[in-house]
């Protein structure tokens, strides 16, 4: 346990569903991040939350709602997926402002669109 | 611009051998910090090993070691005694530049034969 944890670990959803991935963290860390994993591609940054404001979004198209209530929840809402959206989505969190401080990772969900 | 480089799609080390992979940074930043992190098939990056640009000694962890050649720009992680559950990915990390990003290379697939 990383002390990050995302849910759930697997995902499988239809074109037209909506769902959402969780992630949670009880580390004090104020920054939060969702990345995506594709296969035999880099980490590809998504959302950046900072003291629960939304600091950066890295042209992620709108079918991906971030969600951030409290600097230790993260929610990714997520409509009308297409099936290149397939792919590992993972978690991270840290403290702001610390170099010597990398990022804490969650185990990732595993999303399947059909 | 800040930029990490593995140049090591995939590498096979015999149990019990030591291993080196390397990692290039890119910055005109005085100061960051680099790091290793660990990926196995499940999903979850586990982190491994961090170096400063102060530090004046290499870091290690255990059976981690970074190779910290600042002048070359290069931080290569060397697994010593390899094992069967070192078969993972492995990504080089940087964070610093504005913002305190964190920059991932494209990872190392390493394979350890028994």
Excluded at chain 1, 6 to 23: A, D, E, F, I, Y
Excluded at chain 1, 104 to 109: C, I, K, M, N, V
Excluded at chain 2, 14 to 25: G, I, S
Excluded at chain 2, 88 to 97: S, T
Aim: charged fraction near 15%.
């Amino acid at each position: 346990e990383t002390g990050v944890t995302q849910t759930p670990r697997h995902l499988v959803m239809g074109m037209t569903n909506k769902k959402s991935l969780k992630c949670e963290q009880h580390l004090g860390h104020n920054a939060m991040y969702w990345y995506k994993q594709s296969a035999k591609k880099p980490l590809e940054l998504m959302f950046v939350y900072n003291f629960k404001e939304q600091t950066e979004n890295n042209s992620v198209p709108s079918r991906f709602s971030p969600e951030c209530p409290n600097s230790s929840h993260l929610f990714l809402h997520l409509h009308t997926l297409q099936p290149e959206d397939s792919a590992l989505y993972l978690c991270a969190s840290s403290p702001l402002n610390s170099q010597n401080y990398g990022y804490t990772f969650g185990s990732g969900t595993r999303l399947t669109v059909v | 611009a800040q930029k990490i480089t593995q140049t090591q799609p995939g590498m096979f080390v015999q149990e019990k051998e030591a291993v080196t992979l390397d990692c290039t940074y890119d910055t005109s930043d005085p100061s960051y910090g680099l790091f290793w992190y660990k990926q196995p098939s499940s999903g979850e990056m586990i982190f491994l090993i961090y170096q400063g640009s102060y530090d004046q000694q290499n870091a290690t962890e255990g059976r981690y070691s970074l190779n910290f050649q600042k002048a070359r720009k290069s931080a290569n992680l060397v697994i010593s005694a390899s094992q069967l559950g070192d078969s993972a990915m492995y990504f080089c990390a940087m964070r610093g530049g504005a913002g305190n990003q964190f920059y991932f290379g494209t990872g190392t697939s390493l394979t350890v034969i028994p």
